[in-house]
C-alpha cells in the first residue's frame, strides 16, 4: 500500500506546556512544534513547482508527491493548533518566531532557486527522519509519563515523517542529478550543502524559541526549581549528544539514501489507528 493522509483527532485543550516529566524536554519541542506551521506550506509550494518539472516516467513520484503533500497539510493544521495552546500559556513571542520564518522562507521562493529549496527540504525533511527512528527506539525514557495526547500529535507526525522520508530525495535527484556530473556535483555537494543549511537555519530558530520559553518558565521558579530545570536541560544535551547527532551526521555520507533506513519497530502499526477502516465487501 502506498502512503495515505491521516486526519488524526487529537484533544489539544488541556495540554500543558510542561506536557512531559522532563521539562527541558517538553519545551524543546514546544519550541521545534513552532517549524513545521510555516515550513510544511512552503514546502508544498515547493513541490508544487518541482512537479511540473518533472520528467515523462515519472507518475509514481508524482503519486508520492500528491500524498507528501497531503500528509504535510495535516501536519501544520495540527501544530497551529498545538501552538495555540501553548503560547497562550505565557509566550506570547512565539508567533512573532513564526512569523520570522515565514518571511525567510518567503524570501526564499522570491529569490532562490527551485534546486536550493529543493535541497533544503531535503535537509528538513532529514531531520524528520532521524526523529521518526528515535521516536519509535529510543524516547520511552523521555516519554514516560508525558500528557499521551502531546505524545500522540508527535508520534503521529514523526511517523510519517519516516514515511515520506525519501519524497524530496527523490525529486531532487530526479531533477538535478541526472548525468554523472550532476550525480557528483548536486547529487552529493549540492545537496549536503541545502541539508547543513537547512539544519542550521531552523536548530538557529528552536534554539532561540527554546532559550525565550527557559527563560520565561524561570521568571516563576524558586531556585530549587531553577536548579531542577538545568539538571532537565543538561540531560536534553545528553540525549541530544548520545542519540540525535550521531544519526543526523549520517545523512552527510555520499552513500546516503534515506530509502534505505531500517523501518522503525511498531512505527506502521501505530499509524493504523489513525486510517479509515476499509469497507466491507458485499
Request: hydrophobic content about 45%; aromatic content about 16%; proline content about 6%.
Given at each position: 500500500?502506498?502512503?495515505?493522509?491521516?486526519?488524526?483527532?487529537?484533544?489539544?485543550?488541556?495540554?500543558?506546556?510542561?506536557?512531559?516529566?522532563?521539562?527541558?524536554?517538553?519545551?524543546?519541542?514546544?519550541?521545534?512544534?513552532?517549524?513545521?506551521?510555516?515550513?510544511?506550506?512552503?514546502?508544498?509550494?515547493?513541490?508544487?513547482?518541482?512537479?511540473?518539472?518533472?520528467?515523462?516516467g515519472?507518475?509514481?513520484?508524482?503519486?508520492?508527491?500528491?500524498?507528501?503533500i497531503?500528509?504535510?497539510?495535516?501536519?501544520?493544521?495540527?501544530?497551529?493548533?498545538?501552538?495555540?495552546?501553548?503560547?497562550?500559556?505565557?509566550?506570547?513571542?512565539?508567533?512573532?518566531?513564526?512569523?520570522?520564518?515565514?518571511?525567510?522562507?518567503?524570501?526564499?521562493?522570491?529569490?532562490?532557486?527551485?534546486?536550493?529549496?529543493?535541497?533544503?527540504?531535503?535537509?528538513?525533511?532529514?531531520?524528520?527522519?532521524?526523529?521518526?527512528?528515535?521516536?519509535?527506539?529510543r524516547?520511552?525514557?523521555?516519554?514516560?509519563?508525558?500528557?499521551?495526547?502531546?505524545?500522540?500529535?508527535?508520534?503521529?507526525?514523526?511517523?510519517?515523517?519516516?514515511?515520506?522520508?525519501?519524497?524530496?530525495?527523490?525529486?531532487?535527484?530526479?531533477?538535478?542529478?541526472?548525468?554523472?556530473?550532476?550525480?557528483?556535483?548536486?547529487?552529493?555537494?549540492?545537496?549536503?550543502?541545502?541539508?547543513?543549511?537547512?539544519?542550521?537555519?531552523?536548530?538557529?530558530?528552536?534554539?532561540?524559541?527554546?532559550?525565550?520559553?527557559?527563560?520565561q518558565?524561570?521568571?516563576?521558579?524558586?531556585?530549587?526549581?531553577?536548579?531542577?530545570?538545568?539538571?532537565?536541560?543538561?540531560?536534553?544535551?545528553?540525549?541530544?549528544?548520545?542519540?540525535?547527532?550521531?544519526?543526523?551526521?549520517?545523512?552527510?555520507?555520499?552513500?546516503?539514501?534515506?530509502?534505505?533506513?531500517?523501518?522503525?519497530?511498531?512505527?506502521?502499526?501505530?499509524?493504523?489507528?489513525?486510517?479509515?477502516?476499509e469497507?466491507?465487501?458485499?
Open positions: 500500500m502506498g502512503m495515505i493522509v491521516r486526519y488524526p483527532r487529537i484533544d489539544f485543550s488541556k495540554i500543558r506546556a510542561h506536557w512531559a516529566p522532563n521539562i527541558a524536554f517538553a519545551q524543546f519541542q514546544n519550541a521545534t512544534s513552532i517549524i513545521p506551521a510555516p515550513v510544511e506550506p512552503w514546502l508544498i509550494k515547493v513541490l508544487n513547482q518541482a512537479i511540473d518539472r518533472l520528467p515523462a515519472s507518475e509514481k513520484m508524482r503519486e508520492d508527491v500528491a500524498a507528501f497531503g500528509q504535510e497539510s495535516q501536519h501544520f493544521r495540527q501544530h497551529q493548533k498545538f501552538n495555540k495552546v501553548i503560547a497562550a500559556q505565557g509566550y506570547e513571542r512565539l508567533p512573532a518566531f513564526e512569523k520570522q520564518l515565514a518571511d525567510d522562507l518567503d524570501g526564499f521562493l522570491k529569490n532562490r532557486s527551485l534546486k536550493f529549496m529543493l535541497a533544503y527540504a531535503d535537509g528538513f525533511e532529514a531531520l524528520g527522519a532521524v526523529q521518526g527512528g528515535i521516536w519509535f527506539e524516547m520511552d525514557a523521555l516519554i514516560e509519563g508525558a500528557d499521551p495526547n502531546a505524545v500522540m500529535l508527535w508520534k503521529w507526525h514523526m511517523a510519517e515523517e519516516f514515511e515520506h522520508r525519501e519524497v524530496c530525495f527523490q525529486i531532487f535527484h530526479r531533477l538535478y542529478s541526472r548525468s554523472l556530473w550532476g550525480k557528483i556535483w548536486n547529487g552529493y555537494f549540492y545537496r549536503v550543502y541545502g541539508c547543513l543549511y537547512a539544519m542550521a537555519h531552523l536548530r538557529g530558530y528552536m534554539g532561540r524559541m527554546f532559550a525565550y520559553m527557559v527563560e518558565d524561570k521568571q516563576g521558579m524558586t531556585e530549587d526549581e531553577k536548579a531542577a530545570f538545568d539538571r532537565d536541560i543538561k540531560a536534553l544535551n545528553r540525549f541530544q549528544g548520545r542519540v540525535f547527532f550521531p544519526q543526523l551526521l549520517k545523512n552527510l555520507l555520499p552513500w546516503y539514501n534515506p530509502g534505505r533506513k531500517p523501518v522503525p519497530p511498531g512505527l506502521f502499526d501505530y499509524l493504523r489507528q489513525f486510517e479509515k477502516p469497507p466491507l465487501a458485499a
